[in-house]
């Protein structure tokens, strides 16, 4: 019984979303334009697309596992300041989003069917798919079936059936319904993986990443901040330094 309603009350254990009225008007001291885009069974997701005047490309960004919009949506300043436009999706069931999250390949249709809307708009060529925390299993999935210029990843898990394995050592396996193997899609992408973690990340553990790192290719890096927890590696200095020079290349 106990096993019954750890597997039927996981997304209870693993998404904490905003959730925002329809009428819910978002204000920035930015130009964006809000997105509906429509899933292929008629769910509508909501998201934010930022824009510069004279685009580099387009930063495709999925963010952690609490919040919404209206709190994420303050990362995009730090990539239209440097040339980029930004989108930013809310999964189903956060912000103005419909539905609810059901399993981990619902999850990752939804964000390629985001993807291919936007491919329309920017050349893949110019797309960086960006994941942070949550966000970096369905970002490195993405990557690992198109051809985005570059895939970044901050605070990334190994696979979130390791991370809970090094948490909750006694949860069985067989009870991970999203174990999210950022580990094995990694390898399947053919573009470049940078990889952000802060040293001092209290939820997902810097070690995850070191483990990360052994199925790089030669182009792929990871990036220790010094001093960083898990939560707004956007914001550090250095982060922002290192993002500008790899943006920049």
Same mark, same amino acid.
């Given at each position: ?120 708009? /920017? ?8 994941? /942070? ?6 970002? *490195? ?19 979130? *059936?390791?991370?809970?394995?090094? /948490? ?39 070690? *995850? ?11 792929? *890096? ?28």
């Amino acid at each position: 019984m106990a096993y019954g309603l750890l597997y039927a009350f996981q997304e209870k254990l693993l998404f904490f979303p905003e959730k925002l009225k329809s009428n819910f008007l978002f204000q920035f001291d930015q130009k964006f334009e809000e997105m509906n885009i429509r899933m292929s069974d008629g769910i509508t997701l909501n998201g934010l697309l930022f824009k510069t005047d004279h685009p580099k490309g387009l930063i495709f960004y999925l963010h952690g596992n609490a919040g919404s919009l209206r709190t994420w949506a303050g990362v995009a300043e730090v990539f239209t300041d440097l040339g980029y436009d930004v989108f930013i999706l809310d999964y189903r069931g956060y912000g103005k989003s419909e539905g609810v999250i059901q399993d981990e390949e619902q999850l990752y249709g939804d964000v390629q069917r985001a993807y291919d809307v936007l491919k329309n708009r /920017y050349p893949e060529q110019q797309i960086i798919v960006l994941g /942070y925390s949550m966000g970096t299993g369905p970002a *490195s999935k993405l990557a690992s079936v198109n051809q985005p210029k570059l895939l970044i990843l901050q605070a990334p898990y190994y696979s979130l *059936s390791d991370l809970v394995k090094h /948490y909750f050592p006694i949860f069985p396996s067989f009870l991970h319904k999203y174990p999210f193997e950022n580990f094995r899609h990694i390898q399947k992408c053919n573009m470049p993986v940078v990889i952000f973690h802060g040293d001092q990340d209290e939820v997902i553990y810097p070690g *995850s990443s070191i483990k990360l790192k052994a199925h790089f290719k030669e182009q792929d *890096s990871l990036i220790m901040l010094s001093s960083q927890q898990h939560n707004g590696m956007t914001f550090n200095l250095e982060y922002q330094l290192k993002i500008k020079e790899i943006l920049n290349r």
